[in-house]
């Protein structure tokens, strides 16, 4: 289908391009930005007048609870909410039921993705066998089965012996490892430790819980990427969730180092603290936990001078009889995918910053964290040229909308961003050329 998208501010980080134009899509792929053909006569016409025309969002954590989950969600509505908040892109966790430890598994949810013609779904494979940290898997054949990367999700490889090898043998092929650095033993809390969790009678997780793993991680690292050093390929690690400042300073002095690592942030912690626990309120029952008001403003300004890559939703759709229980023995997670850009603009204007940036860290970010996985999509997806694929997504930056659980698309309706105003909403969205969600059509 030809498409034409009309009067729109056109903004991509990646390129820098911030201008009114109109863009002409056929077959799937941006033909024209800013002067369109007399000859080019669109079936469709988007009228873009005081909105902004941006890359598909690029969400690296959302987990669509399939297969073995759906009571929590399911892959139509997990993927209808991502649509509706302007992703296009999505990077799936491995901890499924069954796990995506193999290729059979990981065609299977890839199949069932394309099939409903949303959201593009970028598996991550297993890093061992049932996330047991024992064994590796096979990671060569989940890469050609379509996993961009191999990591634990939230379960901590214990055997150092073990994720020293899988180091290794990820850096020999070019593979990227995600972790996200927590301490088996010390991460059994439910709360960040500290003053309100010891009132609340709550079993804390330290900050050490974050920091040991990371110079943990480190010192492997550094001894595999020396071994590597020169190599066509080398090792990456992309270190999921960061969660305090003390966590995001060794981050900080890694990269000064020279180590192959990128991190993200939720928007969990980036907007909220363990006050916000309140009175046990069992939204904010997250891992990571959310921690203190310095750890959330240290996340700030580590999203703001590129310390930090990526902004993720962490989307965890919980099923409401596992939510409505005593705050520790409520399952963590929230749904977010749906805020993802709302949370990311009211990010940059408390904080000064202007709407490029906020877009930054959800498209040209998250695509530095990917490398070349994607393969022939990389060269288009999370930005906008002439030649690549559709992605977009169309907002209106000053449409401010109350986020309501009922309204959400989600199958999950637990959000600790219940009540909140968000500055912008998504009016439409496109995948592949095609428009998969617009603001007022009928579901």
């Given at each position: 289908?030809?498409?034409?998208?009309?009067?729109?501010?056109?903004?991509?980080?990646?390129t820098?391009?911030?201008?009114?134009?109109?863009?002409?899509?056929?077959?799937?792929?941006?033909?024209?930005?800013?002067?369109?053909?007399?000859?080019?006569?669109?079936?469709?016409?988007i009228?873009?007048?005081?909105?902004?025309?941006?890359?598909?969002?690029?969400?690296?954590?959302?987990?669509?609870?399939?297969?073995?989950?759906?009571?929590?969600?399911?892959?139509?509505?997990?993927?209808?909410?991502?649509?509706?908040?302007?992703?296009?892109?999505?990077?799936?966790?491995?901890?499924?039921?069954?796990?995506?430890?193999?290729?059979?598994?990981?065609?299977?949810?890839?199949?069932?993705?394309?099939?409903?013609?949303?959201?593009?779904?970028?598996?991550?494979?297993?890093?061992?066998?049932?996330?047991?940290?024992?064994?590796?898997?096979?990671?060569?054949?989940?890469?050609?089965?379509?996993?961009?990367?191999?990591?634990?999700?939230?379960?901590?490889?214990?055997?150092?012996q073990?994720?020293?090898?899988?180091?290794?043998?990820?850096?020999?092929?070019?593979?990227?490892?995600?972790?996200?650095?927590?301490?088996?033993?010390?991460?059994?809390?439910?709360?960040?430790?500290?003053?309100?969790?010891?009132?609340?009678?709550?079993?804390?997780i330290?900050?050490?819980?974050?920091?040991?793993?990371?110079?943990?991680?480190?010192?492997?690292?550094?001894?595999?990427?020396?071994?590597q050093?020169?190599?066509?390929?080398?090792?990456?690690?992309?270190?999921?969730?960061?969660?305090?400042?003390?966590?995001?300073?060794?981050?900080?002095?890694?990269?000064?180092?020279g180590?192959?690592?990128?991190?993200?942030?939720?928007?969990?912690?980036?907007?909220?603290?363990?006050?916000?626990?309140?009175?046990?309120?069992?939204?904010?029952?997250?891992?990571?936990?959310?921690?203190?008001p310095?750890?959330?403003?240290?996340?700030?300004?580590?999203?703001?001078?590129?310390?930090?890559?990526?902004?993720?939703?962490?989307?965890?759709?919980?099923?409401?009889?596992?939510?409505?229980?005593?705050?520790?023995?409520?399952?963590?997670?929230?749904?977010?995918?749906?805020?993802?850009?709302?949370?990311?603009?009211?990010w940059?204007?408390?904080?000064?910053?202007?709407?490029?940036?906020?877009?930054?860290?959800?498209?040209?970010?998250?695509?530095?964290?990917?490398?070349?996985?994607?393969?022939?999509?990389?060269?288009?997806?999370?930005?906008?040229?002439?030649?690549?694929?559709?992605?977009?997504?169309?907002?209106?930056?000053?449409?401010?909308?109350q986020?309501?659980?009922?309204?959400?698309?989600?199958?999950?309706?637990?959000?600790?961003?219940?009540?909140?105003?968000?500055?912008?909403?998504?009016?439409?969205?496109?995948?592949?050329?095609?428009?998969?969600?617009?603001?007022?059509?009928?579901?």
């Amino acid at each position: 289908m030809k498409i034409l998208i009309q009067n729109g501010r056109v903004m991509d980080p990646a390129t820098g391009r911030d201008e009114i134009a109109d863009i002409a899509v056929a077959a799937g792929r941006i033909i024209a930005i800013g002067k369109v053909a007399p000859d080019f006569h669109a079936a469709r016409v988007i009228d873009a007048s005081g909105c902004v025309v941006a890359p598909g969002l690029v969400d690296l954590a959302v987990r669509l609870r399939e297969p073995g989950q759906e009571h929590a969600g399911m892959l139509e509505s997990e993927m209808a909410a991502a649509v509706a908040g302007g992703v296009t892109s999505l990077i799936c966790p491995p901890d499924t039921d069954p796990v995506l430890d193999e290729p059979g598994l990981v065609e299977m949810l890839r199949f069932r993705a394309e099939k409903l013609h949303q959201a593009r779904v970028f598996p991550i494979g297993a890093l061992t066998r049932g996330l047991k940290g024992e064994v590796l898997t096979e990671m060569a054949e989940l890469t050609e089965s379509g996993c961009i990367g191999f990591g634990q999700a939230e379960v901590p490889v214990v055997n150092h012996q073990v994720l020293l090898r899988a180091l290794q043998y990820a850096g020999t092929f070019g593979y990227t490892v995600w972790l996200r650095p927590q301490d088996f033993w010390l991460g059994k809390g439910v709360a960040a430790s500290g003053a309100l969790a010891t009132r609340m009678g709550l079993a804390g997780i330290p900050v050490a819980a974050e920091t040991i793993a990371l110079h943990t991680l480190f010192e492997l690292l550094r001894g595999v990427y020396r071994a590597q050093s020169g190599a066509d390929r080398g090792v990456h690690v992309h270190l999921c969730r960061i969660s305090s400042a003390a966590g995001l300073e060794l981050v900080r002095q890694a990269k000064a180092e020279g180590l192959p690592v990128t991190c993200d942030v939720s928007v969990h912690n980036l907007h909220l603290s363990d006050i916000d626990i309140g009175y046990y309120d069992s939204r904010t029952r997250l891992q990571p936990p959310l921690r203190q008001p310095c750890d959330r403003d240290a996340l700030r300004a580590g999203l703001a001078d590129g310390t930090i890559d990526a902004l993720v939703s962490d989307h965890n759709p919980v099923a409401a009889d596992a939510k409505v229980l005593p705050f520790a023995d409520a399952e963590p997670g929230a749904t977010a995918v749906e805020l993802l850009l709302g949370l990311a603009a009211q990010w940059a204007q408390q904080d000064g910053l202007g709407l490029m940036q906020a877009l930054s860290v959800l498209t040209s970010g998250p695509l530095k964290v990917l490398g070349s996985a994607l393969g022939t999509l990389q060269a288009s997806v999370g930005q906008l040229i002439e030649g690549g694929v559709a992605d977009l997504c169309v907002f209106d930056p000053n449409g401010a909308w109350q986020v309501r659980p009922e309204a959400l698309r989600s199958q999950g309706k637990h959000t600790p961003f219940e009540g909140h105003v968000l500055p912008v909403s998504v009016r439409a969205t496109l995948v592949g050329g095609q428009v998969a969600w617009q603001a007022g059509a009928r579901r």
